[in-house]
């Protein structure tokens, strides 16, 4: 499938034809103001902030699939040379698939929808309007996005690049703006949205107490979703590296020897206990596209209209552990962990006697990795805790003349067009050289 075509898929198709349609001049400026209803105009602007929203949704996808390529939950089971790159940590800066092009146009996306709701409802309605909120959130949700997992990005169109650190601070006061106007037209699940987003912009951003709040703050209940559809724009995870669909990325072999293949299930490497956060399908003899390697399928999406997490109560409860440990409260940090355990039907640790601040912290990364399993986290969690080199070795690749990358670089593209953006990556950041 040519995901060129997948960008028009679903409501940003709908959103760009609404846009069109109307960037010639006023929303309200009609040639016959009676047949345009108020019915007709709530629809419409719906439209624009669905569309907004699912421009979103159309690049998450496929940043998530190369996360798991170059974090330690998929390997590379095909025959794509730049596949087989994101799995080795071989990234090429203009031919990398991982891009945060699409982050970028929802952001643009985004703000220029932000303008024509102030602009058809007017400034005060347009801050109170459930629409507003929604759209805010989608920028926000955008910086923050490629933030966390590339190393540099333009604050604003066609300016210069900002650090990732910069960018993230933008996408915190983004984030706390949504959650303002999101307040004000009660639109509770883009309020708790922002907020989650926030929380995990804080703690990227070193503001653990903040962090914590935030994170503290979020219902039990709550997950937010980046949606798929079958007719629409697909979840490329499916269509790519899912059993009955395209072998190319099955799940890293390390895992193999916990897999419970009858039950389709990790299993918990503490208890052998099954996990059902980590759903893995495998029959024997199964191999990859390569005819080679064995094929341990991802279980956690299994239809092409399967929706992607982009946040949730386990996120939180990993902030409340992290910032726990890292003052160390290990009481409270292994109350967090066990409380997703228990969750997920697991034993929980013993805390008695109390582990120590290692054991905690190595229980913490295996509960991130059962958590957020294929949610796109692994990796942005990996080079923000310095842990890259841990897992995968400082060189293990003769065909890598340099530590193994930890963020992505910005794509290419965009700094060749750019006129604000010298075209030359070592000049401005440094993560294919792993400095992180």
Known sequence: MNRTKRLLGGGALAALLFMGVYACGDLLE?????????EDLDESLQAVADGVEGDLNSSHDNVVTHNSLASDELQHTGTWTWWDDSDHGRWR??????????????????????ERLRNVLGEQESM??????????????????????????????????????????????????????????????????????????????GDYSAALTDAQAIPEDFIYYAKYSINGSNNWIVTV??????????VREKWWSQVDTVA???????????????????????????????????W??????????????????LIEAEVYWRNNDLANAMAALNWLRTRAGLTPHSTDPMPSADKVFEYFMHEMFAELFMEGRRFPYLHRLGQVEEIFGALNDPLRPLPRPTKWTLNANEARYNPNIEDNPSVRCLPMSGTG
């Open 300 to 317: 956690k999406y299994r239809d092409r209209g399967a929706d992607i997490p982009y946040t949730h109560k386990g996120e939180m409860k």
């Open 30 to 38: 009609v040639s016959d103001p009676q047949r345009y209803t108020s």
């Open 241 to 250: 590296s899912t059993y009955g669909e395209n072998n190319a990325g099955g």
């Open 264 to 298: 389709e299930m990790l299993r918990d490497p503490y208890t052998g206990e099954l996990d059902p956060r980590v759903p893995i399908h495998y029959n024997p003899g199964d191999k990859g596209v390569d005819g080679i390697t064995d094929f341990y399928s991802q």
């Open 128 to 205: 109170t309007s459930p629409l507003m909120a929604q759209v805010m959130t989608v920028e926000g949700w955008s910086d923050l996005l490629n933030a966390e997992n590339f190393c540099e990005a333009p604050a604003e169109a066609s300016g210069p690049a900002v650090s990732d650190d910069e960018l993230m601070g933008i996408a915190r006061t983004e984030l706390t703006n949504a959650m303002g106007v999101a307040q004000a037209a009660g639109a509770t699940d883009y309020y708790n949205w922002a907020r989650a987003g926030r929380a995990r912009a804080n703690l990227w951003l």
């Open 93 to 114: 800066y203009d031919l990398q698939e991982a891009s945060n092009a699409g982050y970028l146009q929802a952001r643009w996306f985004a703000r220029d929808t932000e």
